[in-house]
């Protein structure tokens, strides 16, 4: 696609439901990452994905999330047992390999936990 | 590990003026790239200009310029002629320049408002 899709744009959730959040990266983009913007914070890294190689998961806050990438392209964000420390901004970004030019950032999905 | 310091929470300016928007940053690594990303309120990060560590000259991209002082870990952003459409959250991020380092680290953020 042109651009960095992300679904759903808003997701408000009960405490304790688990959510799945996607990114659609550039096409022919092999980099895929995804951050964390929480209120009044910067974008903390959460997980990395280049082509094949097994993701970087370092940034992952707790066994609570978990991300896939399927076919090297499309990518969920699983969030299990959803906590109201959980809502933030979650931004997906793709770039070339070993891209030192930015990344292409979507425009988040922003996760409300009640 | 890197770490990036926007000292600036909040900052104002008129439109049609200038504004500078600092960032230090801490490396103990010599090849590195330093980034400013615009946030609107559409939440989409907008890559506004790159520096490369090992040049001397400051990136300009239009009305965007840096100030890059390496030895200070300074990296300045100044906007001019400042238009209503700046107004965003600006953030400061750096990339290391090994093969393996791919993870931008960003700093807190500016909020600018340019007033009318």
């Known amino acids: 696609g042109a651009g960095v899709s992300q679904s759903p744009s808003n997701k408000v959730t009960e405490k304790g439901k688990d959510v799945e959040l996607r990114c659609d990266p550039i096409?022919?983009?092999?980099?895929l990452y995804w951050y964390r913007q929480s209120l009044g914070q910067g974008l903390e890294f959460l997980i990395y994905f280049q082509g094949n190689s097994a993701p970087d998961k370092s940034g992952l806050p707790s066994d609570r999330f978990s991300a896939e990438r399927t076919g090297g392209s499309v990518s969920t964000l699983t969030i299990q047992r959803t906590q109201q420390e959980d809502s933030a901004v979650y931004l997906c970004a793709s770039s070339l390999e070993m891209d030192n030019y930015g990344y292409t950032f979507g425009s988040g999905t922003r996760l409300t936990v009640v | 590990a890197q770490t990036v310091t926007q000292s600036q929470p909040e900052m104002s300016v008129q439109e049609a003026e200038t504004v500078t928007l600092s960032c230090t940053y801490d490396?103990?690594?010599?090849?590195?790239?330093l980034f400013w990303y615009k946030q609107p309120p559409s939440r989409q990060m907008i890559l506004v200009i790159r520096?490369?560590?090992?040049?001397?000259q400051n990136a300009t991209e239009n009305r965007f310029s840096v100030n890059f002082q390496k030895a200070a870990k300074s990296f300045s952003l100044k906007i001019s002629d400042s238009q209503l459409g700046d107004a965003a959250m600006y953030f400061c991020?750096?990339?290391?320049?090994?093969?393996?380092?791919?993870?931008?680290?960003f700093g807190k953020g500016t909020l600018l408002t340019v007033n009318p």
């Open positions: 096409s022919g983009h092999t980099a």
């Open positions: 490396t103990s690594e010599s090849d590195y790239y």
């Open positions: 991020a750096y990339q290391g320049g090994g093969g393996s380092n791919y993870k931008l680290t």
């Open positions: 520096q490369e560590a090992y040049k001397q």
